[in-house]
């Protein structure tokens, strides 16, 4: 009895190692955020008077704050 606890660990073990693998890779080949290998992030500044209506920062050329690699 013992025996097949040990072989049911293992077996939990490996399928849990191969779905984490799998998940990797698929996430890599779609670019989901924190599997990809390259991320990019930008923040666009707008202003309103209520989250539901709000435009572009006034007097501003480009709104959009990114990192420059």
Not at 30 to 59: C, H, L, M
């Amino acid at each position: 009895m013992k025996k097949y606890y040990i072989y049911t660990s293992i077996v939990a073990l490996i399928c849990l190692m191969l779905g984490l693998a799998a998940g990797i890779f698929v996430g890599i080949k779609r670019g989901v955020p924190f599997v990809a290998q390259k991320e990019q992030w930008t923040i666009g500044i707008y202003t309103g008077e209520s989250p539901f209506t709000f435009d572009p920062a006034q007097n501003k050329s480009n709104p959009i704050l990114r990192l420059k690699m």
